[in-house]
């Protein structure tokens, strides 16, 4: 029995270990090497940096966040419609799909510049990026999830006098919840990819902006500083959209729940 | 006397059927109003297509089918069905699956909102009748599968249709609770006295529960024999080891044995 509980003490804190195991070799590294701040700052000069610039830094990745939100917001609403509109008619998924499948394949990073010439630098392209780069995962999931009704299922409603209205609204939409949920983690990490990307190219805000002025700068202890406050922000998101996804959908956790 | 289904006739041939063949062929089957029909058959020989023809889901190429009086132009409403899966949605409690084809089937729909007591009622006697009661608020997900399977036989019954179409609902079953299954199923009918149409591929089942069973011929389906079973009700699962018994199932043996050599 001890040596359980201390095997599950060990576990509990093996996140922790290898995260600050992690920096400390870094830092040991470095300073071993004698490598130039220019190539990779050590942890502690990057803390220095995250300190020294945290007035900007936290600006910027409120402005990064929103642009990320609005953006996958929009994904939200668009990916669902989209998605029902695909899962609902059979039509429209054969139609659609494969121009789905190609404008998805154009890396987004090329649908940039076309965004500054349509809408100049500012916050439009940031949110449009991270639209168009994470809508792609929530249609996909939301038509998968209605397109996969088990046919009794259809066949007891229909049977009954059931529109196709009726079956997507009573069996479709909740079945889909689960992968729609599932869905927007991928989106959102997406997303967040979309912005930062657009604010490197076309803003004047934005953490992107902020490593693109740093980068010209030279200033590296700032550019990985900015890394570290996009991580932290990217894992701020994706765990909401977990916490989100485990709230709404716990019924089809069961397996998890059980063995819990 | 009319028959209450009556299949006359009938030629089906799937829209989606690669090879264009049909499913039956110059099918012809009529059942009583209250009565229990059994249909048996070799496997893939159609019996599904029969379900499918009688409560609406697909539309005979040649050939009329009449349920209840009318023509089949359209799913016919007064039908329940349960399959060999039980086919519940995770996301609802046991009561609230059984409350769903209220919430589809005129004239529960638009009564269910104001009248749901009454309706929550009906549901839970039903379950207790199944041997569920008190189970209702528990997901589908949480029961058992026999148990699923009594609360799919509920939700089939809960608007009190007048045909009950049962797909093999035992198939996937143990043997005990099969048996189980197969006294509520019997009890229910004496009760309320719907007419059954049930799809089986146990020759026992069929003996045991129907009035007449009817052999399907290998694909295409069509019938090629029709047995009452004289057997006075109620049935005891006893009556299985009696001669009379064993020589229907028999004698039913022997049909789909011939049925299977003609393939």
């Known amino acids: 029995m001890h040596a359980k509980r201390r095997r599950r003490a060990l576990l509990a804190a093996a996140p922790w270990m290898f995260t600050i195991g992690f920096f400390v070799l870094w830092e040991i590294l470095v300073r071993v090497t004698g490598m130039s701040t220019f190539v990779l700052p050590a942890p502690s000069v990057i803390a220095e940096a995250l300190w020294q610039f945290r007035g900007p830094l936290s600006l910027h990745s409120f402005h990064t966040a ?107 939409i909740p079945r889909a919840m689960p992968y729609f949920f599932g869905s927007l983690k991928v989106a959102i990490t997406l997303a967040f990819v979309g912005s930062v990307i657009a604010e490197y190219n076309a803003s004047n805000f934005g953490v992107g902006n902020l490593m693109a002025r740093a980068s010209a700068d030279f200033n590296v202890p700032l550019l990985f500083a900015a890394l570290i406050a996009l991580a932290v922000l990217g894992v701020i998101m994706y765990a909401a959209t977990a916490i989100v996804e485990k709230r709404m959908t716990g019924w089809a956790q069961r397996s998890q729940m059980a063995s819990a | 006397m009319q028959a209450f289904v009556d299949i006359h006739d009938v030629t089906h041939i799937y829209s989606g059927a690669e090879d264009g063949a049909p499913a039956v062929e110059h099918m012809t089957l009529a059942v009583r109003e209250g009565e229990f029909a059994a249909i048996v058959g070799p496997s893939g020989c159609g019996k599904s297509t029969v379900m499918k023809l009688a409560t609406g889901l697909q539309f005979p190429a040649k050939g009329t089918v009449v349920v209840g009086g009318e023509e089949v132009t359209k799913p016919v409403k007064l039908a329940g069905m349960a399959f060999q899966n039980p086919v519940m949605l995770p996301w609802r409690t046991t009561l609230d699956n059984l409350l769903l084809p209220l919430e589809i089937v005129q004239p529960h729909r638009s009564r269910l909102r104001r009248h749901k007591a009454e309706y929550v009622a009906r549901a839970e006697h039903l379950l207790a009748e199944v041997g569920l009661a008190g189970q209702g608020a528990k997901f589908p997900w949480q029961l058992s599968g026999g148990m699923q399977q009594r609360a799919s036989l509920c939700r089939a019954l809960i608007h009190e249709p007048k045909l009950l179409m049962l797909d093999e609902p035992f198939g996937a079953l143990d043997a005990f609770t099969r048996e189980e299954l197969w006294c509520i199923i019997r009890d229910l009918h004496a009760e309320q006295g719907f007419t059954v149409i049930l799809v089986t591929h146990d020759l026992r089942e069929a003996v045991f529960l129907a009035d007449r069973v009817f052999c399907m011929s290998a694909r295409p389906g069509r019938i090629i024999a029709e047995r009452h079973v004289d057997l006075p009700r109620p049935r005891d699962l006893e009556i299985m080891y009696t001669a009379a018994f064993t020589d229907i199932v028999h004698e039913l043996r022997g049909h789909i044995a011939d049925a299977r050599q003609a393939a």
């Open chain 1, 66 to 172: 929103w642009m990320t939100l609005a953006g996958f917001v929009i994904a939200v609403v668009f990916g669902l419609l989209l998605g029902m509109a695909l899962g609902a008619s059979r039509l429209v998924h054969a139609g659609s799909y494969p121009l789905l499948v190609g404008f998805n394949a154009i890396p987004k990073v090329a649908v940039v510049p076309i965004l500054v010439i349509w809408f100049g630098v500012g916050w439009l392209p940031p949110v449009l990026t991270a639209f168009l780069i994470s809508f792609f995962p929530i249609v996909v999931n939301v038509a998968t999830g209605l397109a996969t009704i088990e046919p009794e299922t259809e066949d007891v409603l229909r049977a009954l006098g059931a529109s196709k209205r009726d079956i997507i609204v009573k069996v479709g």
